[in-house]
């Protein structure tokens, strides 16, 4: 009864949340992109593009210090850290037979660490570069030599492949919540919470926060276009307290920039001074503009020079 019961304890079922394991992963590329671009305008005075050859060079760069000191230490990445995740060798938890929470285990090995490195940094840096290079050096062109042409084919190839590997384990990550890259399902790292105590350690206040703002600017950046200020003045102008403040003010300046008219112009048939172009932009965005100082559809413009009147309708 007692090696069944020991048997039961070291088979205890942990469910790791399927959510947090792919938040943790977006944070930690977030995390990646603020550096690079604090990282990007240090070297902002330098010559234009320079920094563009060596980007691959920059990326691996900061994720191996993030490697460093996180992984290589035994700490989560900070995306891992805020979703209160740690990485555990898979391995070695059949062998353990004293189990409490499902949670316990020992993190990664050094052997385990140095591989993971050479996946995620090494690997994406020599792939980024080979990419880059064949696309410089056109491969897969069909007028190259066969040999290009034939690597061009195999990186295609590889690259289709992958997908589809990184495709399927993303399915069976939905359903069992283990491994969610293939890089952690060939070394065994497994995911689990770094406290059973512990609860999702982000706030939605700020993200909704976000959104909202976000869905509102968009709104706005949509609808402004649409809207006519000066019907929308003219709409709430007898709503308004002081209705006559505009008609007791100088009605020798023009009423839409409030200067002194060079070009004076006369709005019909109430007969108020404006500006040609403030009156003739306003005529011609507005089919029913109507006077600032006393709402009356202006239907013409007269020039306002002595005796001589020059008519012009309004388009």
């Given amino acids: 009864m007692a090696i069944f019961s020991l048997s039961q304890q070291s088979t ?7 959510v947090n394991q792919v938040d943790a992963a977006r944070l930690d590329i977030e995390i990646s992109a603020m550096l690079k671009e ?10 234009p593009g320079m920094l563009f050859q060596y980007e691959p060079e920059l990326d691996a760069f900061l994720e191996f210090l993030i490697w460093r000191f996180s992984i290589w230490v035994d700490k989560p990445t900070p995306g891992n850290g805020l979703m209160n995740l740690r990485y555990r060798d898979e391995r070695t938890m059949e062998l353990r037979g004293k189990v409490r929470t499902g949670l316990e285990g020992p993190g990664l090995t050094v052997a385990q660490k140095i591989w993971y490195c050479v996946a995620t940094v090494g690997g994406q840096y020599i792939w980024a570069r080979l ?30 492949l992958y997908k589809a590997a990184s495709f399927s384990n993303l399915l069976i990550f939905l359903f ?5 890259n293939l890089i952690e399902r060939a070394l065994q790292a497994r995911l689990v919470y770094g406290s059973p105590n512990m609860n999702r350690a982000v706030s939605f206040e700020y993200m909704n926060r976000q959104l909202v703002w976000n869905e509102f600017s968009e709104m706005l950046l949509l609808l402004l ?49 404006y500006c040609y172009y403030c009156l003739r932009t306003r005529c011609a965005a507005a089919s029913s503009f109507r ?17 001589v009147s020059n008519v012009v309708p309004k388009q």
């Fill in 12 to 18: 205890i079922p942990v469910s790791i949340s399927r």
């Fill in 38 to 47: 604090q990282l990007v305008k240090v070297f902002s005075l330098m010559k």
């Fill in 131 to 160: 990419q880059s290079f064949s696309a410089f050096r056109r491969w897969g062109d069909s007028e190259q030599r066969s040999v290009a042409r034939r690597a061009w084919i195999m990186i295609q190839r590889i690259e289709g």
């Fill in 176 to 180: 069992t919540g283990r491994y969610r």
């Fill in 225 to 273: 276009p649409l809207l006519n200020s000066s019907s929308i003045r003219n709409f709430l102008r007898p709503f308004s307290k002081n209705k006559s403040s505009s008609s007791e003010g100088d009605e020798t300046a023009c009423p839409i920039c409030q200067a002194s008219p060079t070009i004076p112009f006369l709005a019909l048939p109430c007969e108020h001074r």
């Fill in 291 to 307: 006077c600032i100082r006393c709402s009356e559809p202006v239907v013409a413009m007269q020039r306002h020079f002595g005796s």
